[in-house]
Protein backbone atom coordinates (compact mmCIF):
# COMPACT_ATOMS: atom_id res chain seq x y z
CA UNK A 1 0.00 0.00 0.00
CA UNK A 2 1.39 3.69 -0.76
CA UNK A 3 2.59 6.10 1.70
CA UNK A 4 -0.98 7.81 2.93
CA UNK A 5 -0.79 11.47 2.84
CA UNK A 6 -1.30 13.31 7.07
CA UNK A 7 -3.91 15.53 5.94
CA UNK A 8 -5.30 12.63 3.44
CA UNK A 9 -9.03 11.76 4.52
CA UNK A 10 -8.46 8.70 6.58
CA UNK A 11 -9.05 5.72 4.23
CA UNK A 12 -11.39 3.85 6.72
CA UNK A 13 -14.67 5.70 5.91
CA UNK A 14 -14.60 8.41 9.15
CA UNK A 15 -14.10 11.57 7.50
CA UNK A 16 -11.46 12.44 9.60
CA UNK A 17 -7.80 13.49 8.23
CA UNK A 18 -5.89 10.81 8.61
CA UNK A 19 -3.10 12.12 10.82
CA UNK A 20 -6.80 12.75 13.30
CA UNK A 21 -7.45 8.78 12.70
CA UNK A 22 -5.61 5.90 11.79
CA UNK A 23 -2.17 7.46 11.71
CA UNK A 24 0.38 4.82 13.79
CA UNK A 25 -3.28 2.91 15.03
CA UNK A 26 -1.58 -0.16 15.31
CA UNK A 27 0.99 1.01 17.95
CA UNK A 28 -1.72 2.54 19.94
CA UNK A 29 -2.84 0.86 23.41
CA UNK A 30 -5.53 -1.09 23.44
CA UNK A 31 -8.79 0.04 24.60
CA UNK A 32 -9.78 -1.74 27.80
CA UNK A 33 -12.77 -2.79 29.53
CA UNK A 34 -13.68 0.43 30.77
CA UNK A 35 -13.85 2.16 27.07
CA UNK A 36 -16.49 -0.14 25.92
CA UNK A 37 -18.32 0.35 29.17
CA UNK A 38 -18.25 4.04 28.46
CA UNK A 39 -19.37 3.52 24.67
CA UNK A 40 -21.87 1.07 25.13
CA UNK A 41 -23.26 3.81 28.31
CA UNK A 42 -24.44 5.57 25.49
CA UNK A 43 -27.33 3.55 25.03
CA UNK A 44 -28.28 4.28 28.38
CA UNK A 45 -27.68 7.87 29.26
CA UNK A 46 -29.58 10.46 26.64
CA UNK A 47 -32.38 11.75 28.64
CA UNK A 48 -34.98 14.07 26.10
CA UNK A 49 -38.59 14.33 25.17
CA UNK A 50 -39.37 12.72 21.86
CA UNK A 51 -42.15 15.06 20.67
CA UNK A 52 -42.30 16.61 17.30
CA UNK A 53 -40.61 20.58 17.42
CA UNK A 54 -44.19 21.95 17.36
CA UNK A 55 -45.27 20.73 20.84
CA UNK A 56 -41.96 21.13 22.30
CA UNK A 57 -43.04 24.23 23.72
CA UNK A 58 -45.37 22.09 26.31
CA UNK A 59 -42.43 19.99 27.46
CA UNK A 60 -41.91 20.15 31.21
CA UNK A 61 -38.19 19.73 32.41
CA UNK A 62 -38.15 16.21 34.06
CA UNK A 63 -37.76 13.41 31.81
CA UNK A 64 -38.95 10.22 33.22
CA UNK A 65 -38.46 6.83 32.65
CA UNK A 66 -41.35 5.77 30.16
CA UNK A 67 -43.19 2.72 29.69
CA UNK A 68 -43.53 0.79 26.77
CA UNK A 69 -45.33 -1.50 27.92
CA UNK A 70 -47.56 -0.36 30.73
CA UNK A 71 -46.23 -0.53 34.29
CA UNK A 72 -50.29 -1.24 35.33
CA UNK A 73 -52.01 -2.96 33.41
CA UNK A 74 -49.27 -5.72 31.37
CA UNK A 75 -46.37 -5.86 33.52
CA UNK A 76 -48.41 -6.10 37.05
CA UNK A 77 -50.57 -8.74 35.31
CA UNK A 78 -47.17 -11.10 35.43
CA UNK A 79 -45.10 -9.88 38.09
CA UNK A 80 -44.42 -12.33 40.74
CA UNK A 81 -43.18 -9.75 44.12
CA UNK A 82 -43.09 -6.73 41.52
CA UNK A 83 -40.61 -8.44 39.44
CA UNK A 84 -40.91 -9.96 36.15
CA UNK A 85 -38.02 -11.48 33.87
CA UNK A 86 -36.27 -9.84 30.84
CA UNK A 87 -33.53 -9.33 28.75
CA UNK A 88 -31.01 -7.02 30.54
CA UNK A 89 -28.80 -4.74 28.25
CA UNK A 90 -25.22 -4.53 28.48
CA UNK A 91 -21.55 -5.99 28.74
CA UNK A 92 -21.99 -7.03 32.10
CA UNK A 93 -24.99 -9.30 31.21
CA UNK A 94 -23.28 -10.73 28.31
CA UNK A 95 -20.05 -11.92 30.43
CA UNK A 96 -22.53 -12.91 32.93
CA UNK A 97 -24.43 -15.39 31.05
CA UNK A 98 -21.51 -16.12 28.72
CA UNK A 99 -22.23 -14.62 25.83
CA UNK A 100 -25.72 -15.50 25.64
CA UNK A 101 -29.07 -13.85 25.86
CA UNK A 102 -30.45 -14.86 29.05
CA UNK A 103 -34.01 -13.75 30.90
CA UNK A 104 -33.18 -12.15 33.70
CA UNK A 105 -35.34 -10.73 37.16
CA UNK A 106 -36.37 -7.13 36.37
CA UNK A 107 -38.04 -5.09 38.97
CA UNK A 108 -41.87 -3.65 37.05
CA UNK A 109 -40.54 0.10 37.74
CA UNK A 110 -37.10 -0.35 35.57
CA UNK A 111 -38.80 -2.93 33.21
CA UNK A 112 -39.33 -1.28 29.42
CA UNK A 113 -38.18 1.95 30.00
CA UNK A 114 -36.63 4.33 28.26
CA UNK A 115 -36.05 8.06 29.02
CA UNK A 116 -37.76 9.47 25.91
CA UNK A 117 -40.50 11.62 27.00
CA UNK A 118 -40.82 14.16 29.92
CA UNK A 119 -43.68 13.86 32.47
CA UNK A 120 -46.24 16.23 30.85
CA UNK A 121 -46.15 14.31 27.45
CA UNK A 122 -46.03 10.48 28.30
CA UNK A 123 -49.06 11.49 30.67
CA UNK A 124 -50.81 13.51 27.60
CA UNK A 125 -50.14 11.29 24.62
CA UNK A 126 -50.97 7.93 26.07
CA UNK A 127 -53.47 8.84 29.26
CA UNK A 128 -56.02 7.43 26.15
CA UNK A 129 -54.90 3.87 27.12
CA UNK A 130 -53.56 4.43 30.27
CA UNK A 131 -56.51 6.57 32.02
CA UNK A 132 -59.41 5.30 29.88
CA UNK A 133 -61.17 1.61 28.98
CA UNK A 134 -59.95 -0.29 26.11
CA UNK A 135 -62.62 0.17 23.12
CA UNK A 136 -60.68 -0.88 20.24
CA UNK A 137 -60.65 2.69 18.55
CA UNK A 138 -58.29 3.95 16.15
CA UNK A 139 -56.75 6.32 18.21
CA UNK A 140 -55.97 3.95 21.02
CA UNK A 141 -54.01 1.50 18.52
CA UNK A 142 -52.15 4.55 17.04
CA UNK A 143 -50.88 5.25 20.75
CA UNK A 144 -50.11 1.90 21.36
CA UNK A 145 -48.17 1.66 18.41
CA UNK A 146 -46.13 4.98 18.87
CA UNK A 147 -44.60 3.72 22.07
CA UNK A 148 -42.67 0.83 20.80
CA UNK A 149 -41.55 3.22 17.62
CA UNK A 150 -40.29 6.53 19.45
CA UNK A 151 -38.25 3.58 21.71
CA UNK A 152 -36.72 2.28 18.53
CA UNK A 153 -36.01 5.81 17.52
CA UNK A 154 -34.39 6.37 20.78
CA UNK A 155 -32.26 2.71 20.22
CA UNK A 156 -31.60 3.50 16.64
CA UNK A 157 -30.40 6.54 17.23
CA UNK A 158 -28.16 5.31 20.45
CA UNK A 159 -26.89 2.86 18.38
CA UNK A 160 -25.61 4.98 15.34
CA UNK A 161 -23.51 6.92 17.81
CA UNK A 162 -21.80 4.21 19.35
CA UNK A 163 -21.62 2.29 16.02
CA UNK A 164 -19.38 5.42 15.25
CA UNK A 165 -17.30 5.23 18.54
CA UNK A 166 -17.35 1.74 17.99
CA UNK A 167 -15.37 2.52 14.57
CA UNK A 168 -11.67 3.50 16.84
CA UNK A 169 -11.85 0.22 19.33
CA UNK A 170 -9.16 -1.01 16.72
CA UNK A 171 -6.31 0.52 18.55
CA UNK A 172 -3.12 -2.07 18.47
CA UNK A 173 -4.73 -3.72 15.73
CA UNK A 174 -2.24 -4.50 12.90
CA UNK A 175 -3.12 -3.03 9.41
CA UNK A 176 -5.13 -6.17 8.23
CA UNK A 177 -7.35 -6.20 11.34
CA UNK A 178 -7.62 -2.69 10.87
CA UNK A 179 -8.90 -3.06 7.59
CA UNK A 180 -11.69 -6.02 8.29
CA UNK A 181 -12.68 -3.64 11.61
CA UNK A 182 -13.44 -0.90 9.49
CA UNK A 183 -14.88 -2.64 6.70
CA UNK A 184 -17.38 -4.30 10.00
CA UNK A 185 -17.93 -1.20 11.33
CA UNK A 186 -19.34 0.77 7.82
CA UNK A 187 -21.69 -2.02 7.09
CA UNK A 188 -22.86 -1.38 11.04
CA UNK A 189 -23.27 2.49 10.30
CA UNK A 190 -24.95 2.14 7.37
CA UNK A 191 -27.41 -0.46 8.65
CA UNK A 192 -28.29 1.91 11.15
CA UNK A 193 -28.30 4.50 9.45
CA UNK A 194 -30.78 3.29 7.02
CA UNK A 195 -32.61 1.88 9.52
CA UNK A 196 -33.09 5.24 11.31
CA UNK A 197 -34.37 7.15 8.05
CA UNK A 198 -36.78 3.93 7.66
CA UNK A 199 -38.27 4.65 11.28
CA UNK A 200 -38.34 8.62 11.21
CA UNK A 201 -40.26 8.69 7.86
CA UNK A 202 -42.82 6.31 9.67
CA UNK A 203 -42.47 8.36 12.98
CA UNK A 204 -43.34 11.25 10.86
CA UNK A 205 -45.83 10.03 9.30
CA UNK A 206 -47.62 8.89 12.48
CA UNK A 207 -47.25 11.90 14.20
CA UNK A 208 -49.29 13.98 11.92
CA UNK A 209 -52.11 11.59 12.09
CA UNK A 210 -51.49 12.62 16.04
CA UNK A 211 -51.16 16.16 15.35
CA UNK A 212 -54.54 16.73 13.39
CA UNK A 213 -56.57 14.28 15.75
CA UNK A 214 -57.10 11.85 12.82
CA UNK A 215 -55.48 9.25 14.19
CA UNK A 216 -55.70 7.08 10.46
CA UNK A 217 -51.97 6.59 9.35
CA UNK A 218 -51.99 2.91 10.53
CA UNK A 219 -54.21 0.20 9.96
CA UNK A 220 -54.29 -2.59 13.13
CA UNK A 221 -55.26 -6.26 13.23
CA UNK A 222 -56.17 -7.09 17.12
CA UNK A 223 -56.21 -10.33 17.99
CA UNK A 224 -57.88 -11.00 21.30
CA UNK A 225 -56.89 -13.50 24.10
CA UNK A 226 -58.65 -16.13 25.86
CA UNK A 227 -56.52 -15.05 29.10
CA UNK A 228 -53.65 -12.07 29.93
CA UNK A 229 -50.42 -13.40 28.35
CA UNK A 230 -47.83 -14.91 30.33
CA UNK A 231 -45.40 -12.86 28.18
CA UNK A 232 -45.88 -9.04 26.85
CA UNK A 233 -43.58 -7.67 24.20
CA UNK A 234 -43.69 -5.33 22.33
CA UNK A 235 -41.40 -3.47 19.02
CA UNK A 236 -41.30 -2.64 15.47
CA UNK A 237 -38.89 -4.31 12.79
CA UNK A 238 -39.58 -5.13 9.36
CA UNK A 239 -41.05 -9.01 9.04
CA UNK A 240 -38.88 -11.04 6.51
CA UNK A 241 -41.15 -14.27 6.98
CA UNK A 242 -44.54 -15.17 7.87
CA UNK A 243 -45.72 -17.34 10.92
CA UNK A 244 -45.08 -20.92 9.11
CA UNK A 245 -41.45 -19.23 7.93
CA UNK A 246 -42.24 -17.99 3.93
CA UNK A 247 -40.32 -15.55 3.07
CA UNK A 248 -42.06 -12.17 2.81
CA UNK A 249 -39.11 -9.61 1.79
CA UNK A 250 -35.35 -9.89 1.72
CA UNK A 251 -33.85 -6.75 3.30
CA UNK A 252 -30.50 -5.34 2.42
CA UNK A 253 -28.91 -2.44 1.92
CA UNK A 254 -28.36 -2.50 -0.93
CA UNK A 255 -31.89 -2.22 -2.08
CA UNK A 256 -32.79 1.35 -2.23
CA UNK A 257 -36.80 1.09 -1.63
CA UNK A 258 -37.70 1.05 2.29
CA UNK A 259 -38.65 -2.10 3.43
CA UNK A 260 -42.39 -2.50 4.98
CA UNK A 261 -42.59 -2.51 8.97
CA UNK A 262 -44.89 -3.68 11.21
CA UNK A 263 -45.64 -2.55 15.00
CA UNK A 264 -46.62 -5.48 17.19
CA UNK A 265 -47.98 -5.28 20.77
CA UNK A 266 -48.69 -8.39 23.01
CA UNK A 267 -49.53 -7.04 26.14
CA UNK A 268 -52.80 -7.13 28.80
CA UNK A 269 -55.33 -4.02 28.99
CA UNK A 270 -58.46 -3.82 31.54
CA UNK A 271 -57.43 -7.37 32.93
CA UNK A 272 -57.75 -8.94 29.16
CA UNK A 273 -55.24 -9.93 26.80
CA UNK A 274 -54.71 -8.69 22.96
CA UNK A 275 -51.92 -9.07 20.56
CA UNK A 276 -51.93 -6.17 18.08
CA UNK A 277 -50.41 -5.26 14.83
CA UNK A 278 -50.34 -2.03 13.21
CA UNK A 279 -48.46 -1.12 9.93
CA UNK A 280 -49.04 1.81 7.00
CA UNK A 281 -51.14 0.90 4.57
CA UNK A 282 -48.72 1.69 2.16
CA UNK A 283 -46.79 -1.70 3.29
CA UNK A 284 -50.00 -3.32 3.08
CA UNK A 285 -48.72 -5.92 0.46
CA UNK A 286 -46.19 -7.49 3.08
CA UNK A 287 -48.09 -6.71 5.84
CA UNK A 288 -51.54 -8.53 4.58
CA UNK A 289 -49.50 -11.89 3.66
CA UNK A 290 -48.33 -11.60 7.46
CA UNK A 291 -51.69 -11.46 8.64
CA UNK A 292 -53.31 -14.17 6.18
CA UNK A 293 -50.93 -16.51 7.74
CA UNK A 294 -52.44 -15.97 11.13
CA UNK A 295 -56.27 -16.27 9.33
CA UNK A 296 -54.79 -19.36 7.87
CA UNK A 297 -53.90 -20.99 10.78
CA UNK A 298 -55.90 -23.38 13.08
CA UNK A 299 -56.63 -20.99 16.51
CA UNK A 300 -55.13 -24.18 18.29
CA UNK A 301 -51.68 -23.83 17.22
CA UNK A 302 -51.38 -19.90 16.53
CA UNK A 303 -50.61 -18.84 20.03
CA UNK A 304 -47.33 -21.11 19.76
CA UNK A 305 -46.47 -20.17 16.38
CA UNK A 306 -46.30 -16.30 17.56
CA UNK A 307 -44.52 -17.23 20.43
CA UNK A 308 -41.85 -18.92 18.31
CA UNK A 309 -42.28 -15.21 16.31
CA UNK A 310 -41.88 -13.22 19.25
CA UNK A 311 -39.08 -14.79 20.48
CA UNK A 312 -37.21 -14.92 17.30
CA UNK A 313 -38.09 -11.11 16.07
CA UNK A 314 -37.94 -9.08 19.54
CA UNK A 315 -35.93 -8.38 22.58
CA UNK A 316 -38.51 -5.78 24.25
CA UNK A 317 -39.58 -8.98 26.21
CA UNK A 318 -40.81 -9.35 29.20
CA UNK A 319 -42.41 -13.09 30.89
CA UNK A 320 -44.13 -14.36 34.10
CA UNK A 321 -41.28 -16.10 36.41
CA UNK A 322 -43.88 -19.04 37.27
CA UNK A 323 -44.55 -19.93 33.58
CA UNK A 324 -41.23 -19.47 33.08
CA UNK A 325 -40.51 -22.62 35.53
CA UNK A 326 -43.40 -24.24 34.00
CA UNK A 327 -41.36 -24.41 30.52
CA UNK A 328 -38.73 -27.79 32.24
CA UNK A 329 -36.40 -28.50 29.19
CA UNK A 330 -38.30 -25.67 27.06
CA UNK A 331 -36.64 -22.90 28.49
CA UNK A 332 -33.33 -24.18 26.30
CA UNK A 333 -35.65 -23.94 23.31
CA UNK A 334 -36.49 -20.06 24.23
CA UNK A 335 -32.89 -19.49 24.54
CA UNK A 336 -32.18 -20.73 21.18
CA UNK A 337 -35.01 -18.63 19.63
CA UNK A 338 -33.59 -15.60 21.24
CA UNK A 339 -30.23 -15.96 19.94
CA UNK A 340 -32.22 -16.25 16.27
CA UNK A 341 -30.22 -13.31 14.55
CA UNK A 342 -27.88 -12.17 16.84
CA UNK A 343 -24.88 -13.11 15.05
CA UNK A 344 -25.08 -11.09 11.63
CA UNK A 345 -28.90 -11.48 11.40
CA UNK A 346 -28.80 -14.56 9.94
CA UNK A 347 -32.30 -16.80 11.11
CA UNK A 348 -32.79 -20.72 11.05
CA UNK A 349 -36.73 -20.87 9.53
CA UNK A 350 -36.79 -24.70 10.85
CA UNK A 351 -36.85 -23.30 14.42
CA UNK A 352 -39.70 -20.87 13.70
CA UNK A 353 -41.45 -23.14 11.26
CA UNK A 354 -41.56 -26.52 14.23
CA UNK A 355 -44.83 -27.13 15.66
CA UNK A 356 -43.57 -29.50 18.18
CA UNK A 357 -43.31 -27.35 21.17
CA UNK A 358 -46.23 -26.07 23.03
CA UNK A 359 -45.70 -22.96 25.70
CA UNK A 360 -49.15 -22.23 26.55
CA UNK A 361 -48.12 -18.06 26.70
CA UNK A 362 -50.68 -17.20 24.33
CA UNK A 363 -54.00 -18.20 23.37
CA UNK A 364 -56.15 -16.61 20.78
CA UNK A 365 -59.52 -16.23 20.91
CA UNK A 366 -60.50 -13.77 17.77
CA UNK A 367 -59.78 -11.59 15.35
CA UNK A 368 -60.69 -7.94 14.97
CA UNK A 369 -59.57 -6.58 11.70
CA UNK A 370 -59.24 -2.21 12.03
CA UNK A 371 -58.06 -0.71 8.96
Given at each position: ?5 RN?E?W???G ?6 H???D????L ?5 Q??L????N?S ?8 K????T????AH?L???N????I ?6 L ?8 LE????R?T????G?N ?7 FCS???K?L?SC????SF??TK????M????P???E?Y ?5 Y????EL?G??RG???SE ?6 IS ?10 L?DL?Y??N ?7 D???DALN??ILH???V??I?A ?5 P????FG??L ?16 N?L?LD ?5 I ?9 VA???I???K??SL??LG ?6 I??F???I???S?W????GE ?6 E?M ?6 HV???S??E???Y ?9 I???Y
Open positions: MSKIGTCCGSKKYKKCSGRKQVPSRGDAGVSLFSVKCSVPEGVHECQRIVKTSKGSLKAAHEGHVGLKHGLSSRNSGLLERIIQASTFTGYHDEFVEDEKEKQCTLAYRLMRVVKEANKVMQRFDFSFQLAWAKNVNINGAKLSANIKRVESSIEHSFHLLEHPRMCGIHGIVDINGQEITSLDDKRPAYMTVLADNGYMFSWLPEDGEMKFESINCDIDRLTNYFTFENFVSMWESLKQERINLMQGVIMYDLMINESHYNAINVRGVEL
